[in-house]
């Protein structure tokens, strides 16, 4: 169904041209990629001479979990534990991935080879090597993917750690472009956003728009959409892309831009992973407010019918003060009758941030409540909001120092996010919730739903992935990108996840509780489908959805899918990258080494 619609679509904007005979979407089918068992694995010679024309690496792959199990004598003590949370650490090692797996759908594993490229050329070595001997071609940056996309055996792996450099500009002037410029910062896409904010926001004194995790990679992020603490206020990072150089899938280093390759520009700007390897990105660069500032807090009511006041006193904070450019993060709510304020805020008397939350702080004090977790309020100079030294001198609890990587003691992820880091995924959904829910009569369905989907499982509204609130400016760039455009409207997005942390294969005490997994996969879904009933027409953040959803191509893109297949097939007509919800990747076998004959991928 959806080919054919695609394929009416493209002839009637006379894009079907784009679509070479040869391929024809799937109908060519049968073609399978090489693994190291076929006889026509590249050879000894030809892997050295690929080595031969790199300024970069090509090795082996090694995982962390290996090396720590050598060097503890094959034991899984406390401190294996420890490292394995560690997010810079686990980037130490191209057989590592954030994620370890998804209930039914992936386990992490590693590739046959891993390259290692030092610049664009490299890139493009290992793009013609993998295209001319018929390889999986897999890319890592940060290995951040829910997903398992950085990940496959008997792959071929471009890991881009060691494509490094931030450059600022006063006034930056994209590729074939005139006029004035603008300030900008031009960053590898090996980079990390603690990196690229130490350069821009710490030593610049500007602010750009990045990810929320400070071991994120630049690259992955910028191609979904990509949000932060203060998406509200700087946008999406995808819509922030002002040029990108990659590598496509001919082996052709491109720059692409409003200028040139308009057309593959507007699909790295948030549609997915998949149309080559990003080597350099330009982000424009923003003046940086004053202070940024945190509330944080935990409340329990006494029984449902507290909790219901205390859910409706927090829709009409949200509703009244919430979407602005002011806010961002998270409000949770959790079996047991509990709500967890999250909150980041911009250039707010703490004073003016109290009178706020007051509704909700007064109850919390009153009886028939109590307090989870106390009152956590502060602010800080922009400036140092990822500055490692200031955080170490006010805040150390803010924080956890990156103790055991090949950079220890130079960086750090915020306290917390060592929970998402090694964990095997029960299920993961995401919606956006368009801020009409705000408001009567609507807010009483909202607040109904909330208090039903809390008795399942913790969820989340994230206040800084929904651009409702945010500057006319930063509307018009993201309405410019393929997002889906239920992100403009939303005052939040729905996240509700579960996972098992430290699940090994054959070690006894980690083995995969896959009952529990599949208890807490019915209660994610659950808290889902009561949110989906009042708002069924939005659309999901391509990067944090369902690995299961069978409709993810409209999930994520909305009408804007067709359009992307077009790009897809005219920059990467043999479906080179290719990977779990990428587009094009339903004309490919879940593992991504057999093309599919038929219309259902």
């Not at 807490?520 to 489908?529: E, F, L």
């Not at 027409?537 to 009408?559: K, V």
């Amino acid at each position: 169904m959806l080919r054919r619609t695609v394929l009416r679509l493209l002839g009637s904007t006379g894009l079907s041209a784009l679509w070479p005979a040869s391929v024809g979407f799937a109908a060519s089918g049968g073609a399978a990629r090489v693994r190291p068992s076929d006889v026509n694995w590249p050879t000894v010679r030809e892997w050295q001479a690929l080595a031969d024309r790199l300024d970069g690496a090509l090795e082996d792959s090694r995982s962390a979990f290996d090396a720590l199990l050598e060097e503890n004598g094959g034991k899984v003590t406390d401190t294996v534990l420890q490292k394995l949370v560690n997010p810079f650490y686990l980037q130490d090692f191209s057989g590592s991935t954030q994620s370890q797996g998804w209930l039914d759908g992936w386990k992490s594993a590693q590739s046959a080879k891993v390259g290692i490229p030092k610049n664009a050329q490299d890139v493009a070595e290992l793009v013609k090597f993998a295209r001319e001997h018929n390889l999986r071609l897999v890319i890592k940056g940060g290995g951040h993917s829910y997903y398992g996309q950085s990940n496959a055996p008997d792959s071929l792996l471009v890991w881009t750690r060691d494509l490094t450099g931030i450059e600022l500009h006063d006034s930056f002037v994209p590729q074939g472009g005139t006029g004035a410029g603008v300030p900008a910062v031009s960053v590898a896409s090996g980079e990390k956003f603690i990196s690229l904010y130490g350069e821009v926001v710490v030593k610049g004194g500007r602010y750009v728009q990045g990810g929320g995790c400070t071991s994120v990679g630049v690259g992955g992020h910028a191609q979904s959409g990509g949000f932060g603490h203060f998406s509200k206020f700087g946008g999406m990072t995808a819509a922030n892309l002002l040029e990108a150089e990659i590598v496509v899938a001919s082996g052709e280093v491109l720059i692409a831009n409003a200028y040139q390759n308009s057309d593959l520009y507007w699909a790295l700007k948030g549609g997915g992973a998949g149309w080559g390897i990003t080597t350099r990105l330009t982000l424009a660069t923003r003046d940086l407010p004053d202070r940024f500032g945190f509330i944080g807090f935990g409340v329990q009511a006494r029984d449902e019918k507290a909790f219901r006041t205390l859910v409706e006193a927090f829709i009409a904070v949200a509703r009244d003060n919430l979407v602005s450019p002011a806010w961002g993060e998270q409000v949770h709510f959790a079996p047991d009758h509990r709500m967890f304020v999250k909150m980041t805020f911009i250039d707010l008397p703490l004073d003016e941030v109290r009178r706020i939350w007051a509704p909700v702080l007064d109850l919390a004090a009153s009886d028939g409540y109590g307090l989870t977790d106390d009152l956590v309020l502060f602010d800080a100079p922009a400036r140092h909001w990822w500055d490692l030294d200031y955080w170490v001198k006010e805040r150390p609890g803010v924080i956890e120092i990156d103790r055991a990587s090949s950079n220890a003691g130079t960086r750090y992820f915020w306290n917390g996010d060592n929970g998402e880091t090694n964990v095997f995924w029960a299920g993961y959904e995401s919606a956006w919730l368009s801020q009409s829910l705000l408001d009567a009569p609507k807010s009483t369905t909202l607040a109904d739903t909330i208090i039903d989907a809390a008795k399942l499982i913790r969820f989340a509204l994230h206040f800084q992935k929904g651009l409702a609130g945010a500057g006319e400016d930063r509307l018009a760039d993201a309405r410019d990108t393929p997002v889906h455009p239920s992100v403009l409207d939303a005052f939040a997005l729905l996240l509700v996840a579960g996972a098992e942390q430290h699940v090994f294969d054959g070690v006894e005490g980690h083995e995969l509780d896959e009952a529990a997994m599949r208890i807490k996969s019915g209660r994610i879904k659950g808290v889902y489908d009561r949110f989906r009933a009042i708002e069924p027409e939005t659309g999901s953040y391509s990067a944090e959805m369902n690995f299961h959803e069978t409709d993810w191509q409209s999930a994520a893109w909305g009408d804007n899918y067709p359009r992307l297949l077009a790009i897809k097939n005219r920059y990467d007509p043999e479906g080179l990258f290719t990977g779990h919800h990428q587009v094009g990747s339903e004309y490919w076998s879940k593992d991504g080494f057999v093309r599919l004959r038929g219309d259902d991928g």
